[in-house]
């Protein structure tokens, strides 16, 4: 993938508003032909492309003064989890600072009538994540309620956080989130497919939900009623084979039904906090490991080994979660010896013992 150039950018965004094309048609002639520019050359009748291009046009305009960036499904920068999808955007307008493929990256959402005990879930599960993985990017979609205070939480704990909007980026809706917008263009940013101009309509949510599980690996859902906009994002991310979890709730309570109906049906893992998350997802070893990294000076990043530490962290850098008489095998090290040889491993942050007996390379030295 590559940073896309303007001519293409330009074919793309045609495409996009092509009219009697619609979305899956253009999608899956964007990707059969490999970009916007190679589907208008091989298109026999272009007449219906002037009022598209003649719009695109207008929109790069709008958005070099603006700066806003466009994202090509083949810029390197576009959401690479989201690419994956079949229904994927042709185009996106971003506005930002946050990388969209970052190594970890999840959305929160819920009721917009979020109740105390809702926020509550949220400052808790965003604080201590916060503490389990620092580097995470947390996604909504900037509507009142959950959203919004998933992305508040996410600025205060100091998580970037990108809100996917139903409208183009020359508005915020709601209008009372304007600064909060605006710190996540400092710090995250705020993602739509809609070119300036597009009103922020009800179907226009139900599209942009697409985004919002599309570009997360996981989908958290904190409060639901019955039925809802965070369920429509649940269900497609379950449909583009993503995880899903849900925070109970008090039976009975109208914004529980909905995530107590998930988790009945095996819909939603269910969670309890941002440590049942972490374990989840497989997050908890990689992201000690990334914290190992991130408190250690580069001189302690590479600390004095002995030869047998050496000889271990070989072994383990080969074939990694081994047991200790497969190392003691392998580094012909006597088992007495190893134990301590281990243990001083485990002191530098280099080996974590886990469970089931087996040793793990916290990072390669």
Not at 113 to 124: A, E
Not at 321 to 347: H, K, P, R
Request: proline fraction near 3%.
């Amino acid at each position: 993938m590559q940073i896309t150039d303007n001519e293409e950018i330009l074919y793309s965004m045609a495409l996009s508003r092509l009219a009697g094309v619609s979305l899956p048609a253009a999608v899956q002639m964007y990707r059969e032909m490999g970009g916007g520019k190679a589907v208008y050359e091989q298109t026999r009748q272009r007449s219906p492309w002037d009022e598209a291009l003649q719009r695109a046009e207008a929109e790069r305009t709008f958005v070099e003064r603006n700066g806003i960036r466009v994202l090509t499904m083949n810029d390197r920068d576009y959401p690479a989890r989201l690419r994956e999808c079949p229904d994927a955007p042709i185009i996106l307008y971003y506005k930002g600072t946050a990388d969209l493929n970052r190594q970890r990256v999840i959305n929160i959402v819920g009721t917009r009538q979020c109740t105390s005990y809702g926020q509550d879930l949220i400052r808790r599960f965003v604080g201590d994540l916060r503490q389990l993985c620092p580097d995470v990017l947390i996604v909504s979609g900037l509507a009142y309620g959950v959203d919004i205070h998933a992305h508040r939480q996410a600025l205060e704990n100091g998580y970037e956080t990108v809100g996917v909007l139903a409208h183009g980026l020359d508005q915020i809706y709601p209008h009372h989130h304007r600064d909060t917008a605006a710190e996540m263009v400092r710090h995250g940013g705020l993602l739509t497919e809609y070119m300036s101009g597009t009103q922020a309509l009800p179907n226009n949510f139900r599209q942009r939900n697409r985004i919002v599980a599309g570009m997360s690996d996981a989908t958290i859902l904190i409060e639901s009623a019955y039925k809802g906009g965070g369920l429509i994002t649940c269900r497609i991310a379950q449909e583009y084979g993503r995880d899903v979890f849900a925070f109970p709730g008090a039976v009975g309570m109208p914004f529980s039904e909905g995530c107590n109906r998930m988790i009945r049906n095996n819909t939603a893992a269910l969670i309890t906090s941002a440590k049942d998350f972490v374990e989840a997802m497989g997050w908890n070893v990689r992201c000690e490991m990334d914290d190992v990294r991130g408190k250690m000076s580069e001189g302690e990043l590479f600390p004095e080994l002995t030869e047998e530490e050496k000889r271990v962290v070989a072994v383990l850098r080969k074939t990694n979660d081994l047991q200790m008489n497969f190392i003691s095998v392998q580094t012909n090290i006597a088992v007495g010896t190893l134990t301590a040889v281990l243990f001083q491993l485990e002191m530098k942050g280099i080996v974590r013992a886990m469970a089931g007996g087996t040793y793990h390379l916290m990072y390669d030295v």
